[in-house]
């Protein structure tokens, strides 16, 4: 079947109108009308192809909340009417270690199916995203939404910003009595201040701005450092249990590991175009500390976060745009010009 969509046809091209196929639900399937679609930083680099190896027509959008308009006749988990998200993938090979323990973004079997961007294993082609009226996805890939009607456009944001912060804070086992660090306050970034204050973290922003502080404060962190500081960085060396790094820009990440204490880890979960410069070996081995990186979470890590959010009131700070502001967006978000998440309503899709 067909359905609007909002995508582009290369690289050097903006998003614009076009008709894209959906699938007819299969036995397994969960049909989805989509009214919201967060705006992720991995849109525009994947739009843009500057990660390399984007497939065209591109359309994007992998944070995507919806209702339930039909399902297969093997499908157990949703009814017609469910409020539902989809997040960062639609398939995986079910069967590989990773899988098997419930952690498809690891999949070393055929790889997970992206959103977008991956193939899709039944009409063949790019799978495409959230930015369309309908998405037809199988149940075991489909999220439940337990927040309230009025909440469901700051949902949005929580299937990939959400789980992006959430998995690393889970995985290290952040909690009270920890002083954790975020450093940068974006979409990422004020996902992570809120899930690991609820967590019952200590939580200190590293920015760049002293600017953010009233918000950083506001998300429920107890202090902010500016990173540009060379004497706040110093105060703060050999402080930190745990910091998460959202940047998605190269920088050097010395300053950082160096105010972990021993045994402390630093989490990269923002992806640059370009690489970091090379960390200092003496920093890390000197008081056995960490660089790691983490990668969204799993389906059953993903509706475990929609569930904790819920249960702690979270959602995204958000902008709600149009469907045909989509461009004006991106530049603005190269900017860091939003607070914190742009977030499409589709029904504007009808007038774009």
């Known amino acids: 079947m067909q359905t609007q969509a909002y995508g582009t046809e290369a690289a050097d091209r ?6 894209i196929e959906r699938r007819e639900p299969g036995p397994r399937d ?3 009308d989509i009214a919201f679609c967060g705006v992720c930083h991995s849109d525009l680099h994947t739009a843009r192809n500057e990660w390399g190896g984007t497939v065209y027509p591109c359309v994007p959008g992998h944070e995507i909340v919806g209702r339930v308009t039909a399902v297969g006749g093997e499908v157990d988990g949703f009814k017609v009417g469910d409020a539902v998200g989809v997040g960062c993938m639609v398939d995986s090979c079910r069967t590989c270690p990773s899988c098997q323990d419930g952690e498809e ?8 199916v992206g959103t977008y961007g991956g193939t899709d294993p039944v009409l063949g082609g790019p799978t495409h995203g959230g930015y369309t009226r309908h998405i037809v996805v199988d149940q075991d890939f489909v999220l439940r939404i337990g927040h309230d009607e009025k909440d469901l456009a700051a949902v949005a944001p929580l299937l990939c910003a959400g789980i992006t912060t959430y998995s690393p804070l889970a995985h290290w086992k952040v909690g009270p009595g920890q002083k954790v660090g975020v450093v940068g306050l974006g979409g990422l970034g004020h996902m992570g201040v809120k899930i690991a204050a609820a ?3 200590d939580v200190t922003v590293f920015s760049t701005s002293p600017d953010k502080r009233d918000d950083a404060l506001k998300l429920g962190a107890k202090d902010v450092i500016v990173s540009r500081d060379k004497d706040q960085m110093r105060a703060a060396a050999g402080t930190f249990d745990f910091i998460l790094n959202t940047v998605a820009a190269p920088h050097d990440l010395d300053p950082f590991v160096a105010a972990l204490k021993r045994d402390g880890t630093m989490v990269l979960v923002g992806v640059p175009a370009e690489p970091h410069p090379s960390p200092a070996v003496f920093n890390l081995v000197m008081k056995r500390r960490s660089i790691a990186g983490s990668l969204i979470g799993g389906i059953r890590e993903t509706q475990e976060m929609l569930d904790f959010c ?10 709600m745009i149009d469907m045909d502001e989509i461009n004006h967006a991106y530049e603005r978000m190269l900017k860091s010009d939003v607070k914190y998440r742009f977030v499409i309503d589709m029904n504007s899709l009808k007038v774009a």
Do not use: R
């Open 310 to 319: 819920h249960k702690h009131g979270i959602t995204s700070d958000i902008e």
């Open 30 to 32: 969960v049909a989805i």
């Open 199 to 201: 967590m019952g973290a």
């Open 14 to 19: 903006p998003l614009e109108p076009m008709t």
């Open 105 to 112: 973004q690891y999949c070393t079997g055929s790889g997970f």
